[in-house]
Protein backbone atom coordinates (compact mmCIF):
# COMPACT_ATOMS: atom_id res chain seq x y z
CA UNK A 1 0.00 0.00 0.00
CA UNK A 2 1.64 3.51 -0.94
CA UNK A 3 1.60 6.09 1.50
CA UNK A 4 1.21 9.93 0.90
CA UNK A 5 2.54 12.39 4.15
CA UNK A 6 1.10 15.55 4.68
CA UNK A 7 3.48 17.75 6.65
CA UNK A 8 0.70 20.07 7.63
CA UNK A 9 -3.12 20.25 7.44
CA UNK A 10 -3.12 22.96 4.25
CA UNK A 11 -6.69 24.81 4.47
CA UNK A 12 -7.70 22.12 7.26
CA UNK A 13 -8.81 20.15 4.38
CA UNK A 14 -8.20 16.45 5.63
CA UNK A 15 -10.99 17.31 8.01
CA UNK A 16 -13.57 16.72 4.87
CA UNK A 17 -14.48 13.45 3.65
CA UNK A 18 -12.91 14.35 0.15
CA UNK A 19 -9.83 16.54 -0.18
CA UNK A 20 -7.16 17.39 -2.53
CA UNK A 21 -3.31 16.87 -2.78
CA UNK A 22 -1.15 18.26 -5.68
CA UNK A 23 1.95 16.17 -5.92
CA UNK A 24 4.73 15.64 -8.34
CA UNK A 25 3.60 12.99 -11.02
CA UNK A 26 3.80 9.24 -10.07
CA UNK A 27 2.35 6.27 -11.74
CA UNK A 28 1.61 4.92 -8.87
CA UNK A 29 -1.88 6.20 -8.38
CA UNK A 30 -4.68 5.70 -9.82
CA UNK A 31 -8.39 6.09 -9.40
CA UNK A 32 -9.53 3.14 -7.00
CA UNK A 33 -6.21 2.75 -5.18
CA UNK A 34 -6.59 2.88 -1.58
CA UNK A 35 -3.72 4.37 0.08
CA UNK A 36 -2.49 5.16 3.47
CA UNK A 37 -2.38 8.76 4.35
CA UNK A 38 -0.17 10.23 7.16
CA UNK A 39 0.04 13.33 8.53
CA UNK A 40 2.22 15.26 11.16
CA UNK A 41 0.90 17.19 14.00
CA UNK A 42 2.80 18.84 16.58
CA UNK A 43 2.53 15.56 18.83
CA UNK A 44 2.28 12.63 16.92
CA UNK A 45 1.16 11.23 13.40
CA UNK A 46 -2.30 10.54 12.85
CA UNK A 47 -2.56 7.67 10.11
CA UNK A 48 -5.40 7.15 8.06
CA UNK A 49 -6.84 5.61 4.59
CA UNK A 50 -8.09 7.11 1.53
CA UNK A 51 -9.26 6.05 -1.58
CA UNK A 52 -7.93 7.72 -5.01
CA UNK A 53 -11.47 9.21 -6.78
CA UNK A 54 -9.46 11.38 -9.52
CA UNK A 55 -6.19 12.28 -10.83
CA UNK A 56 -5.13 14.54 -13.44
CA UNK A 57 -1.64 15.86 -14.29
CA UNK A 58 -0.64 19.42 -15.16
CA UNK A 59 2.64 21.09 -15.50
CA UNK A 60 2.71 23.48 -12.27
CA UNK A 61 1.49 26.71 -14.05
CA UNK A 62 -1.46 24.74 -15.67
CA UNK A 63 -3.41 24.06 -12.39
CA UNK A 64 -6.45 26.15 -12.35
CA UNK A 65 -6.05 28.89 -9.44
CA UNK A 66 -9.17 26.99 -7.64
CA UNK A 67 -7.04 24.20 -7.30
CA UNK A 68 -4.80 26.31 -4.93
CA UNK A 69 -7.47 28.02 -3.22
CA UNK A 70 -9.37 24.55 -1.95
CA UNK A 71 -5.55 22.64 -1.55
CA UNK A 72 -3.11 25.34 0.18
CA UNK A 73 -5.71 27.95 1.00
CA UNK A 74 -3.81 30.42 -0.62
CA UNK A 75 -3.59 32.10 -4.39
CA UNK A 76 -1.73 30.46 -7.08
CA UNK A 77 1.13 33.03 -7.33
CA UNK A 78 1.75 32.27 -3.24
CA UNK A 79 1.61 29.06 -3.57
CA UNK A 80 4.02 28.22 -6.32
CA UNK A 81 6.37 30.16 -4.51
CA UNK A 82 6.30 28.01 -1.14
CA UNK A 83 6.43 24.82 -3.51
CA UNK A 84 9.24 25.91 -5.43
CA UNK A 85 10.93 26.90 -1.26
CA UNK A 86 9.61 23.02 -0.26
CA UNK A 87 11.22 21.42 -3.50
CA UNK A 88 14.36 23.59 -3.23
CA UNK A 89 16.54 21.05 -1.98
CA UNK A 90 15.68 18.22 -4.33
CA UNK A 91 17.04 20.01 -7.32
CA UNK A 92 14.06 19.38 -9.31
CA UNK A 93 12.34 21.86 -12.05
CA UNK A 94 9.59 21.87 -10.57
CA UNK A 95 8.00 24.09 -13.64
CA UNK A 96 8.96 21.58 -15.92
CA UNK A 97 7.81 18.56 -13.93
CA UNK A 98 4.54 17.26 -14.45
CA UNK A 99 2.02 17.16 -10.92
CA UNK A 100 -0.47 15.20 -10.02
CA UNK A 101 -4.02 16.83 -8.48
CA UNK A 102 -5.78 14.02 -7.04
CA UNK A 103 -8.93 13.91 -5.36
CA UNK A 104 -8.77 11.34 -2.23
CA UNK A 105 -11.82 10.06 -0.55
CA UNK A 106 -11.38 9.18 3.36
CA UNK A 107 -11.76 5.06 3.42
CA UNK A 108 -13.04 2.85 5.94
CA UNK A 109 -12.66 -0.43 5.03
CA UNK A 110 -15.35 -3.04 6.27
CA UNK A 111 -14.60 -5.86 8.43
Given at each position: ?E?????????????C?????????????????????????????I???????Y????R??????EV??????????H???M???????YNIH??????????????????
Open positions: MTIRFNKNWNQKLCDNYTTIRLHSNKFYVGNILETVCKTDNSEKEMAKVVVRSYLNDIPEFWTDCGMSKEAIQIEKMYLKIHSAKWDVMVLQHYYPKD
